[in-house]
């Protein structure tokens, strides 16, 4: 038996052996070798469409490998001066279950990504991007690499950079083709009649499809994509209604756009009135985006109400909108403590507002405040709307016919707004009759109107 057993391993040992002319050593050396060579051939270097945890979305990552086993990195993520942050660090290739592409040396462009507290907030400190630092060579070809994250799983391709095809005109293109796609309301349409809706998971590069099945339970289709010179690029298919969807393809200053392959699926931009818009959501008021006269009338405010009222400080920021613990619309003031007014208006076509006056009904604090300092906020709310209270007990008042003569207590006003973008307005600048401009944006910068 024994005998027979060690010709039986003689001669599967003998077979295995056979099947290879070198050794599995031999075999990655070669391997490496030739992935290497792929790798630094691309004479424009290789744009790679990076995901590290996919909620998060994809994003163009340029990568130019050089003869002495160094890389070239930039990225959509990163601008300085205007121009893209380029970073050389050093890489190399390792074996590990097949050949590996390690990035391993530090890289403040490809760190963007894997560090654990992302610069740009993205993610969970300790996770940040979710990203890899090193890939699996999964295919390699002068056309196509595709890539394995060793720690993610996410699948990641990379294509050659277009010849003659700055980086920096490429990743403008694609800033550019984002801020004419990107809409804050989304809905797909099939065959013109099934509606799916769809919400965008802004800032975050994913698209969420709410689709109800026979039974009439919504389920939740997610969409992780990245943004190419021809669109929205999925991360994979998905199938809503038995279709497959890969693609929606960009078109200039368009409010729809087909899937690549099915002209019947369609993603479309529902774009509401930008005075709408403005009533909807938070607006807050940007100190530089008025004129000094009136910059000089908040910080008057600010100063003045931090001297009078105890543990308030200056102005860190104001807003239109609607105040979510009272469901009410108008202008809200943050300085260690939130009042908020409440102002009536009408909405005239689809771009101007008249703000018409202060509620007869208290606004959240707004009566305290007015109290002790409405010799200098008052003026400030003047600049929207008619405003007149009772200097005891600071609460808004009715305007006689004979009040509204009169300047000191303000007037109507009616302001004009436009926008950068009616899809999704990352500002709204409004302007009265007396050319008077305020500037509005989504995003609160702290003290904005000039305090420290």
């Known amino acids: ?123 969970t400190n300790g996770a940040g991007f979710g990203g890899d630092l090193e890939f699996r060579i999964m295919s390699a070809t002068p056309e196509r690499i595709v890539l394995s994250g060793k720690k993610t799983n996410a699948t990641i391709v990379m294509v050659p950079m277009p010849a003659g095809t700055d980086v920096d005109t490429y990743l403008n293109q694609i800033q550019a083709i984002e801020k004419d796609m990107i809409a804050a309301n989304l809905a797909l349409v099939i065959d013109g009649k099934d509606t799916i809706q769809a919400v965008p998971n802004s800032p975050y590069r994913m698209i969420s499809f709410t689709v109800v099945d026979e039974k009439g339970v919504p389920q939740t289709v997610r969409a992780p994509y990245i943004v190419t010179p021809e669109g929205y690029q999925l991360y994979r298919p998905i199938t809503i209604k038995d279709r497959k969807i890969e693609k929606f393809v960009y078109s200039p200053n368009a409010q729809q756009y087909q899937e690549a392959s099915d002209a019947n699926v369609v993603l479309h931009c529902l ?145 004009t707004l436009e926008t950068d973008n009616l899809k999704n307005p990352s500002y709204i600048k409004m302007t009265n009759a007396d050319g008077e401009e305020f500037t509005l944006s989504l995003q609160s910068k702290n003290y904005p109107f000039g305090q420290e």
């Open 271 to 415: 774009a509401e009135d930008l005075n709408k818009q403005l009533v909807k959501s938070v607006w807050f008021l940007d100190g530089e985006g008025m004129s000094a006269a009136n910059a000089a009338i908040w910080k008057e405010y600010s100063y003045e109400c931090k001297e009078e009222v105890d543990q308030t400080t200056a102005i860190q920021y104001a807003y239109f909108g609607t105040y979510s613990r009272s469901n009410t619309f108008g202008l809200s003031i943050f300085n260690g403590y939130l009042h908020h007014y409440i102002i009536e208006y009408k909405l005239i076509g689809k771009e101007q507002i008249e703000f018409t006056r202060v509620s007869e009904k208290e606004g959240f604090n707004g009566a305290y405040y007015l109290r002790y300092c409405g010799e200098w906020l008052a003026p400030c709310i003047r600049m929207f709307t008619k405003l007149k209270y009772d200097a005891t007990s600071g609460k808004p008042l009715a305007l006689s016919a004979e009040d509204l003569d009169d300047d000191k207590l303000g007037k109507s006003q009616t302001y």
């Open 1 to 123: 038996m024994l005998c027979t057993l060690g010709l039986v391993y003689t001669s599967c040992t003998n077979e295995v052996e056979d099947l290879f002319d070198k050794s599995a050593s031999e075999r990655y050396t070669e391997a490496a070798r030739q992935s290497n060579e792929i790798l630094q051939s691309a004479p424009n270097g290789w744009l790679m469409y990076y995901y590290g945890s996919v909620s998060y979305g994809g994003y163009n990552l340029w990568l130019k490998f050089n003869r002495d086993n160094t890389v070239t990195a930039a990225t959509e993520r990163i601008k300085n001066g205007g121009v893209y942050t380029q970073a050389t660090s050093h890489y190399k290739m390792e074996q590990s279950a097949g050949v590996i592409l390690s990035f391993d040396e530090y890289n403040n462009v490809l760190h963007y990504f894997s560090d654990p507290v992302n610069p740009d907030n993205i993610g």
